[in-house]
């Protein structure tokens, strides 16, 4: 069963229209991550929630923004989408900060047009 | 700043060989390393880790090879099946509150039946 899910796998949106990708947990982890990834690059972390509290990373771009309303959800808001922002994000989870392992949903492939 | 480095970029291996791929880091606050596994479409999921108190750690066919003093580590995939034919990527977290998964760039190895 999956443990990560994200909505929608694959998303094509407008140059400059905003667009909501959203992922949900079944595992009750404390924190949850935004990854972007861009093909055949590394994933790159754009934020993470522990609990309800927000880590930007310093270079994740101002038009990139989260919400996480509950546990089990989070959303990445990206406010006026590039087309350098067409890549697959992934949302991920852990129990806690240390060394526990992160699991990843399958994903969303963003398009923009 | 590249802070973890990989290689091969890609690697072809024959059927029952040994696929062998290679990461060094630079932060020596890093502390946990894990190896993760992503087919395409999917988001990464994890191999297998290490602590940097261990020099190796096996599981089935798939061996961590950790040097401290090198600051490198990689990974054994011994009789290579088409199966194994994935993105592999090396990652490494530094402990304490902000648990944060810095990845090597990846490797795409086929595995030739």
């Known amino acids: 069963d999956a443990m990560v899910i994200q909505n929608p796998r694959y998303q094509v949106t407008q140059f400059g229209k905003p667009v909501t990708l959203s992922c949900s947990q079944t595992?009750?982890?404390?924190?949850m991550y935004w990854y972007q990834q861009k093909s055949s690059q590394a994933p790159k972390l754009l934020f993470h929630?522990?609990?309800?509290?927000?880590?930007n990373e310093a270079d994740t771009p101002d038009n990139f923004q989260s919400r996480r309303p509950n546990t089990s959800f989070c959303f990445l808001d990206i406010r006026s989408p590039g087309l350098g922002d067409a890549a697959m994000y992934l949302c991920?989870?852990?129990?806690?900060?240390?060394?526990?392992?992160?699991?990843f949903g399958q994903g969303t492939r963003l398009t923009v047009v | 700043q590249q802070q973890v480095k990989q290689s091969p970029q890609s690697l072809i291996v024959q059927k029952g060989g040994i696929s062998i791929i290679n990461c060094a880091y630079e932060n020596t606050a890093f502390d946990y390393f894990p190896w993760y596994q992503q087919f395409p479409g999917k988001g990464p999921a994890l191999l297998i880790a290490?602590?940097?108190?261990?020099s190796e750690k096996k599981e089935g066919r798939f061996t961590i090879s950790f040097n401290k003093s090198a600051k490198q580590f990689s990974l054994h995939i011994m009789d290579s099946q088409p199966g194994d034919s994935a993105t592999y990527f090396c990652?490494?977290?530094?402990?304490?509150?902000?648990?944060?998964?810095?990845f090597g760039k990846g490797t795409l190895l086929t595995v030739n039946p």
């Open positions: 991920a989870t852990s129990r806690d900060n240390g060394d526990t392992e992160a699991f």
């Open positions: 990652a490494a977290v530094s402990g304490g509150s902000n648990y944060k998964l810095t």
């Open positions: 595992l009750n982890h404390n924190v």
């Open positions: 290490i602590r940097p108190d261990v």
């Open positions: 929630y522990y609990d309800k509290d927000f880590n």
